[in-house]
Structure formats: C-alpha cells, structure tokens
C-alpha cells in the first residue's frame, strides 16, 4: 500500500517542476533511463531539453544519433559543444548534416567542433550555412580547408572568434577571406597552421584590432607554444 501511495505522490508532481528537476542532470544517459519510466517523465526530459540553453557533448560517448536526438528537443539551444576527446562525441559529416535541420542552428551563438576527426568540408559548410547567428566558432584540430572559411565568411557575419588550432589545410586565401568579410571578427586562433608571417600581417593591414593567438606569431612566428591556447 505505502508503494502505491508514494506512484501516486510521484505522478502528482507538475511538468514544470519535473523539467526543473531534469534540467539539474548532466548525465545523458542518466535522463535517457528517465525518460523511458513513463510518459510524462519522458515528457518532463523533452521540456527540460527545450529549456536548454547550452549543450556539451564533449568527454560523452555520442554518435551521430544520440547527439541530433538531444539537439532536435533543445528548441532554446545557444552554445553546442560537440569537441571529440578520447572517449568522447565522435560525429561524423552525416551527423552535421542532420543537425543542420535543427530549429535550434539557426539561433546558436556559439559551436565547437574541436578535434573532430571524421568530419570534412562537406558536414561543416552544411552546418555553417544554417548557423548565421554564430559569434564563436572552433573548428581547430580538424582537417577543413579553405572551402569551409569561405562558407564561413558568406554564413556568419557576426562571427566575433575563430579557432582553427592545427587546420594545416587552410592557406592564405581563407583566412583572407574570413577577415575581409566576418567585419566583426575580434580573434583568431592560427596555433600550427602552414601559412607565411606576411599573410599575419596582411590580416592585420585588413583589421588592425584583430587579436591573433597565440600572441607573438606576428613577431616570431618561431614563437608558438608547445600547447594550444583555448
């Protein structure tokens, strides 16, 4: 009798307040075992999703499905942060794609794709040319190229940082580019990228404010840390 009593007890709590008390969980897969104990606990995981304004992902096991299935319910989403790590998300160009029709890409501010390996030009132009609200942007330990920073330049006129740590597939032509355009752009982050010192400083002649990382590369482009600067 007394387990039937505290069901009831349970079932008598608000939506709102079961979508408060969702919203406290960072584990996901903790809030995937909730919502499968009934109806409206997975309606309380859903409205605790949608209240959401950051996402992080990183240092969580995530594929492709799990990560645009929790992205496709955070209706509220600012700040996604898909990084890899070792045993982290690991989306691929399929991935991006599908979040790329999220209603939420349209309204993020801010999107890492650090360290994802299995991504390309393709998923990262898909994504970018949805994501016109973007302010900060890393996309550093990938294997992007121009291509990307030119989707990036036409998409994303707000865009005030970019982190390309370690994208060695870039050249001149796409950051020149990125600055010429991206007229809000106040950081870049050129840690281990194979282009000359006169192409920082020719980004410099274009938008003298510009704060290049890490700091010296325009003096002695010798200078470079041994780890990246975040």
């Keep these: 009798m007394r387990r039937g009593v505290e069901e009831a007890e349970i079932d008598r709590l608000p939506i709102d307040l ?3 008390i969702f919203s406290l969980i960072t584990c996901f897969k903790d809030l995937a075992e909730a919502s ?8 309380g995981v859903e409205e605790s999703l949608a209240r959401r304004e950051k996402l992080s992902f990183s240092g969580w096991k995530m ?3 799990s990560t645009t299935r929790l992205v496709f319910l955070a209706y509220s989403l600012k700040e996604l942060d898909i990084s890899r790590s070792r045993w982290g998300c690991q989306i691929t160009d399929y991935g991006l ?3 790329s029709t999220a209603k939420c890409i349209g309204n993020l501010s ?3 794709l650090w360290g994802s390996t299995g991504i390309t030009d393709k998923g990262v132009i898909q994504l970018i040319s949805r994501a016109t609200s973007l302010e900060h942007l890393n996309i550093g330990g990938t294997f992007i190229t121009d291509a990307s920073l030119f989707a990036i330049a036409d998409s994303c006129p707000r865009l005030k940082s970019l982190v390309l740590w370690g994208c060695r597939q870039v050249t001149e032509d796409g950051l020149v580019t990125v600055v010429n355009k991206c007229r809000k752009l106040e950081s870049i982050n050129v840690w281990g990228m194979r282009v000359p010192l006169d192409c920082f ?8 404010a510009l704060q290049i990382q890490p700091k ?3 003096l002695n ?3 470079f840390p041994i780890w990246p600067i975040y």
Aim: proline letters at 3%; hydrophobic letters at 40%.
């Design 18 to 20: 079961l979508a408060h």
């Design 36 to 43: 499968r104990v009934c109806r409206k606990w997975k309606q």
């Design 63 to 65: 594929d492709d499905e």
């Design 97 to 99: 794609h599908q979040l």
């Design 110 to 112: 801010s999107v890492s």
């Design 201 to 208: 400083i020719a980004l410099l002649t274009i938008r003298p």
């Design 216 to 218: 010296g590369v325009v």
């Design 221 to 223: 482009e010798d200078r």
